[in-house]
Structure formats: structure tokens, C-alpha cells
């Protein structure tokens, strides 16, 4: 029997576009939206890592939200993804974020705490009760300090609002001891093995570099559908030197706002700080790796116009991404 899935399969962890002083770039937004949309993403994640989630403020999460369900109309699902290391604030975020028309929201281990995991599944299951949206549970551990243990996650399965994890672990025995064991929906969080994922029953992923080429990963996910294996890793094999310069070198919004600035589909690279552009040396590898992207569905990178002064450095914003 399928499983209903209220998420999508294609999510783009989205970019929050930047003005050169760091302010959001609303137009940019919005034009960033339609994009990956029309590439093929059936949902957005909204002001997660690579959102820059931990230097936007809580109006503009909100307002994130609110502007991707209007350009969305309907044709791809809007996913909440700025949670918090405070339980508290991190419900009241997550129930404004469904009063601004969020789809679903998901919620990311607590960072820096590193509770046991009675109190990871404690703050799961307190988010989960004040919302009635779907939810996922974000596992990352090289940025929160702690996994999501298995036995949290069978526990927390058992909720009838935690309905899917967004796996950044790369622990595939994990990954399907879980699914043999409930109906949790899986989420492959790395953007290199979006394939191996989904070959072992994961329904879909939430990337990075989907911002720049949600089309090859459209056409992954569905050539999976149809036990189409050799199609899937055709597409696949093409993405990994793209992968690789936006995964490898520096952090992925980085790398992303980089290269979607010098294909002039965003008006500036700028990211807050302590994230900056990436230096001389980075950005050639960056390039490096770009100059052996070939034939990758809507992507030309024959106009591609790198600025690294663009890109240098890193913003202060207006007003700090203050949590209340």
C-alpha cells in the first residue's frame, strides 16, 4: 500500500537570496521560486542550513513562508525549515509558520544543548503537539553535535504529526532498519547519494545543489519511480561534478550563491556573516570542478561570469536575526 506523502519528492533546500548589504532580496526571492519550481521541485524548504536560518529573523522566516506559498500556487508544498535549539520558541515559530500557509515544517535535532536523546525526542514531540502539520525530523549530526539515535526515531515514529526524517547521517543500514520498521518517509540529506538513497527506499530529497539543477533531480526521482535504473544513474553521474563544487569546498549556501550569482540568476553572491564568499584559492577549485559540468538539463554554463569581489566577504544585516 503507498504511503501518502504530504511533502513532495523533488524539496529544494532553498537559498535565501541576498542585497549586497545583506538585506533580502524579495524580487530575487520570488524569481528564485519560480525557478526551481518550473525545473521541476514539488516542494520548498524555507530558511533551513542552507536558507541561512541562523541569521534570519524570525519576521523574515515568516515572511519567507508567505511569499513562497503565493509564488508556489499550489504547485510545489512549502516546508518550514528554521527550527530552533529552544523548545519553546522553536513552537511558537512553527505555529506562526502554519498561520503564514506553511505545508509541513521540519524540525532539526537541538544544536549546541546536545540534550540525551530523551530530551531530543522531548523537544520533537512538544513541537509536533502544538502543530497540525506534517512533520520531518532533521538528522545532522555534523552540525547539531548529536544524531538522532535509532530508537529515538522508532519512538518518535510513533506520533501521528513526525511523518518523515531528513537523513544527513549516511548511515544506510539505519536508513532501512527504519523503514522496515515504520512508515516513516525518508529523505536523502546529502546531495551525493541522493541515488543510493532512494534505491533503498528513501521517497525523495531535500538538496542543495537542486538550487542550481532541480532538473536532473527531477528526472532521478522519477526515473526511480519507474525501475528505471539505468536513467537514474545516467542523471546521476552527470550531477557529481557539480555536486562536488558545491558540497566539497566551502559550505553549500556558499558554494550555491556563488555559482547561481555567476550564471545571473540571482543579483548578488552575498551571504551574513560568519559565513563569507569564498576566497581566491576556493573559488578556483569551485571552478575547477564546474569546468567538467556537461549536459545537465537546463543548465549552460558557457555565460558563466564568476565575481569573487561580489562574493567577498560577508554581511552584517539591518536588524540581527534577534530570536524574539
Given at each position: ?227 528505471d535504473l539505468a536513467t537514474a544513474t545516467a542523471a546521476h553521474k552527470l550531477l557529481e561534478p557539480l555536486v562536488r ?44 570542478d564546474l569546468n567538467l559540468v556537461r549536459d545537465i538539463p537546463g543548465l549552460d554554463f558557457n555565460n558563466f561570469r ?19
Amino acid at each position: 500500500m503507498a504511503i501518502d506523502n504530504p511533502f513532495g519528492q523533488v524539496l529544494v533546500a532553498l537559498i535565501t537570496p541576498f542585497t549586497a548589504e545583506g538585506e533580502v532580496d524579495w524580487p530575487n526571492v520570488e524569481q528564485h521560486i519560480d525557478d526551481v519550481i518550473s525545473a521541476g521541485a514539488d516542494g520548498i524548504v524555507i530558511s533551513g542550513t542552507t536558507g541561512e536560518t541562523s541569521t534570519l529573523t524570525d519576521a523574515e522566516k515568516l515572511r519567507l513562508v508567505e511569499v513562497a506559498k503565493s509564488v508556489a500556487a499550489g504547485r510545489a508544498k512549502i516546508v518550514m525549515g528554521g527550527g530552533s535549539n529552544e523548545t519553546a520558541h522553536a513552537i511558537e515559530l512553527h505555529k506562526s509558520s502554519a498561520k503564514a500557509g506553511a505545508d509541513a515544517v521540519m524540525i532539526v535535532t537541538p544544536y549546541y544543548n546536545k540534550p540525551t536523546q530523551a530530551g531530543v525526542l522531548t523537544h520533537f514531540r512538544m513541537i509536533a503537539d502544538a502543530t497540525d502539520l506534517p512533520v520531518i525530523l532533521y538528522d545532522i549530526p555534523g552540525r547539531s553535535g548529536i544524531p538522532i539515535r535509532y530508537e529515538t526515531i522508532i519512538r518518535a515514529a510513533k506520533h501521528p504529526n513526525i511523518r518523515a526524517v531528513k537523513d544527513a547521517k549516511g548511515d544506510f543500514s539505519e536508513v532501512s532498519r527504519v523503514l522496515n520498521n515504520t512508515e516513516l518517509l525518508y529523505f536523502s540529506g546529502d546531495d551525493a547519494n541522493v541515488l543510493p538513497h532512494l534505491a533503498i527506499g528513501a521517497t525523495g530529497l531535500i538538496g542543495v545543489t537542486a538550487n542550481i539543477a532541480a532538473a536532473p533531480y527531477r528526472q532521478i526521482v522519477d526515473a526511480v519511480n519507474a525501475g528505471d535504473l539505468a536513467t537514474a544513474t545516467a542523471a546521476h553521474k552527470l550531477l557529481e561534478p557539480l555536486v562536488r563544487a558545491v558540497m566539497t569546498h566551502v559550505p553549500g549556501t556558499v558554494a550555491a550563491k556563488y555559482i547561481l550569482h555567476g550564471l545571473g540568476r540571482i543579483s548578488s553572491p552575498r551571504v551574513r556573516l560568519p559565513l563569507v564568499g569564498p576566497e581566491d584559492g576556493e573559488a578556483a577549485i569551485i571552478e575547477d570542478d564546474l569546468n567538467l559540468v556537461r549536459d545537465i538539463p537546463g543548465l549552460d554554463f558557457n555565460n558563466f561570469r564568476p565575481d569573487r569581489n561580489a562574493a567577498a566577504g560577508g554581511a552584517l544585516p539591518k536588524v540581527a536575526g534577534a530570536t524574539r
